[in-house]
Structures are given as structure tokens and as C-alpha cells.
């Protein structure tokens, strides 16, 4: 009895529906792409301490020990979209003004972790989606959007699913 070659067609993934392989284009990174929601949403807060200290979305560094964070419900998607991909997640953001993030180039921290980067048309319609450990998502990401197909990608933390950043073509 001779094996498949190729397991490619168990795979239940949808497929990219962007060329494959072109050459990565430059990234900007655009924090929290839509407003945060009203602050009479009663937020649930929590202290960072060494042991825990979680990313904030709005300057994109994780909380030193002592700072207060609220742990929000977020939509990524512009509030006018109609897309089934909308919807709600968590993401921690500093209590304080720590102002928006307006680097080129992430901070370190953001990239040490599993990373969720999916691509999505004007239309707000999902057209790729990958899993990568941090070192490979400048090159993902930068091929995805190397695509005119891709608008934008929404980057989340692949373990805990938090919104991290919005990326568009530099
Ligand atoms: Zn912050």
C-alpha cells in the first residue's frame, strides 16, 4: 500500500486568495483604527505587575509594573462596515493618556509573539490569513499587502485572539 503524496487536500484552511510570493512591500502601523467605545462602558481594570504586563493598543508597549490598565471590548472594523467579520474582542489599553502610537517600526515586544495577520479587501472581506511566529510577520505581512487585493491587516495575538494593530501599505 503506497501514501498519498501530498495531504494538501485534507487541509481545511481556506486559501489565500493573493499571489503568492511577491516581494514584501513597507509596512505603516496604524493603532486602534477606529475609536475606542464610549468610556460609560464601565471598563474592568487590573495593575501590571512584573509577572503580568500586558500590551496596551494605544502607544503599543507593554504596561510596567504599577500601571493601570482597562480591558476593553473592541471592533477593529470601521463602525459603518458590513462585513460577517465584525465583531467585538479584548484588548487592555493604559488608563492614563499614553498617546497614540505613530513609530514605523513596531516595538520589539510586539514581535515576540504568535501572531494571527489577516488581510482584508476594501470591502472588509477576509482575502488571506496566516499564523506566524513574530520574526516572519514583516515579511507575511509585507507580501500580503504587496497584493493590490489587500487593503489592510488586522494583526491579533494569535494565543489570547487581542487586536494588536492595523498595518496599511506604507
Ligand atoms: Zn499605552
Redesign the pocket.
Known amino acids: 500500500m503506497t501514501l498519498p503524496m501530498s495531504s494538501s487536500a485534507e487541509s481545511t484552511e481556506a486559501p489565500s486568495q493573493l499571489q503568492a510570493n511577491l516581494a514584501p512591500v513597507a509596512l505603516k502601523y496604524v493603532a486602534l483604527p477606529v475609536p475606542l467605545p464610549a468610556s460609560d462602558t464601565m471598563p474592568i481594570s487590573l495593575t501590571a505587575s512584573e509577572g503580568m504586563r500586558p500590551p496596551?493598543r494605544?502607544?503599543l508597549?507593554d504596561a510596567s509594573p504599577g500601571e493601570i490598565l482597562n480591558l476593553i471590548a473592541y471592533d477593529p472594523f470601521p463602525a459603518d462596515s458590513i462585513t460577517p467579520y465584525r465583531g467585538t474582542g479584548p484588548i487592555f489599553?493604559?488608563a492614563h493618556d499614553?498617546g497614540l502610537f505613530k513609530g514605523e517600526v513596531l516595538p520589539e515586544r510586539q514581535l515576540s509573539r504568535q501572531l494571527s495577520v489577516r488581510a482584508y479587501n476594501m470591502n472588509h472581506m477576509m482575502v488571506a490569513a496566516e499564523v506566524v511566529e513574530g520574526s516572519d510577520f514583516e515579511s507575511t505581512a509585507g507580501g500580503m499587502l504587496a497584493d493590490e487585493q489587500a487593503a489592510y491587516i488586522n494583526v491579533h495575538n494569535a494565543k489570547p485572539g487581542c487586536f494588536a494593530v492595523r498595518v496599511e501599505r506604507a
Open positions: 496596551c494605544r502607544c508597549l489599553v493604559h499614553c
